[in-house]
């Protein structure tokens, strides 16, 4: 049994796919059909059971696992050992990011990771559904680390690192009648038509939950993946929308109000497996994270 045999087994299950198991990989899928035979061979038992659609573990699959992680992560932190003796940090770190977080400077966060750590790829991805779909990516193994915004959630299987917040104001257009007001409630907005994201995103679940708490029926006419597009939607006429301070500053043609009386709070957290302990490089990460741009006082 070698260590780059339960490497390709454990992508396989964990992408329950061949194909997309080499592109993560980044091998010929042939390589890791013959690895994956390989070892059950050695094994002398199927682990996986292949079909037209997709890939699923045999009970003696689904016992290996969790055994296969943990024997790949004990390889990985004695390589972290000596890279770190050697003077640099090696290996992949895969993060799951969300479509707009400007509330923090990633593209510099990141630059100056790699400045620090020039021997870690960094492999970023978004999901179509949000802080859901990265959630999943962590749970499965697909993800090391993953900006969400979960607000009242306790998700199983996940560690969340709270970083930072946002208030999310009332956007409605230059001429709304709500415009020259200097705040608003819930109960002012009945009937109105909104933009938001699908369900599954953070500020969409912040929203939801608190007109549900106020007992207020709400009509999202328009969803928008890029939250970062959302004043401008506003500002042409198409709805209103409850979006973070950060995506507004300086968007012509829109008013933005203060709402009262609810919890629009929208919180900005770092995902990491609970059954993993994070590897050197994604702890790098984490404490480059929370020494620059977490909220004093957040709780781990």
């Keep these: 049994m070698e260590l780059r045999q339960l490497e390709y087994f454990v992508a396989v299950a964990e992408e329950q796919s061949f194909t997309r198991a080499a592109t993560r990989l980044y091998v010929v899928q042939s390589a890791v059909s013959a690895a994956v035979k390989a070892l059950e061979r050695d094994l002398g038992?199927?682990?996986?059971?292949?079909?037209?659609?997709?890939?699923?573990?045999?009970?003696?699959?689904?016992?290996?696992?969790?055994?296969?992680?943990?024997?790949?992560?004990a390889a990985r932190d004695a390589r972290d050992a000596v890279s770190e003796v050697r003077g640099g940090l090696t290996g992949t770190l895969r993060i799951g990011t969300l479509?707009?977080?400007?509330?923090?400077?990633?593209?510099?966060?990141?630059?100056?990771?790699?400045?620090?750590?020039?021997g870690v790829l960094l492999r970023t991805s978004a999901a179509p559904s949000g802080s859901a779909g990265h959630l999943q990516g962590i749970v499965e193994h697909r993800l090391d680390l993953a900006f969400v915004s979960l607000p009242g959630a306790r998700p199983t299987g996940v560690r969340l690192i709270e970083l930072t917040s946002s208030v999310l104001d009332l956007v409605v257009p230059a001429d709304h009648p709500l415009a020259e007001r200097a705040e608003v409630r819930l109960t002012d907005l009945a009937g109105l038509d909104f933009i938001d994201s699908p369900a599954g995103y953070g500020n969409r679940a912040v929203t939801d939950r608190a007109f549900e708490a106020a007992g207020v029926a709400r009509r999202v006419t328009i969803e928008i993946a890029d939250i970062a597009t959302g004043a401008a939607h506003v500002g042409h006429g198409l709805g209103v929308a409850l979006l973070p301070r950060f995506v507004v500053t300086g968007e012509p043609g829109v008013a933005v109000v203060p709402?009262?009386?609810?919890d629009l709070v929208w919180p900005l957290s770092l995902a990491v497996a609970a059954d993993r302990t994070p590897g050197a490089a994604a702890r790098a990460l984490i404490t480059l994270l929370t020494e620059t741009v977490r909220t004093p006082g957040a709780a781990t």
């Design 259 to 262: 709402v009262t009386g609810a």
């Design 99 to 118: 479509t707009s977080i400007r509330i923090i400077d990633l593209p510099a966060m990141l630059g100056e990771y790699h400045r620090r750590h020039p």
């Design 45 to 73: 038992v199927p682990l996986l059971e292949r079909n037209s659609k997709r890939v699923v573990l045999t009970d003696a699959g689904t016992a290996l696992l969790p055994r296969a992680r943990s024997t790949l992560d």
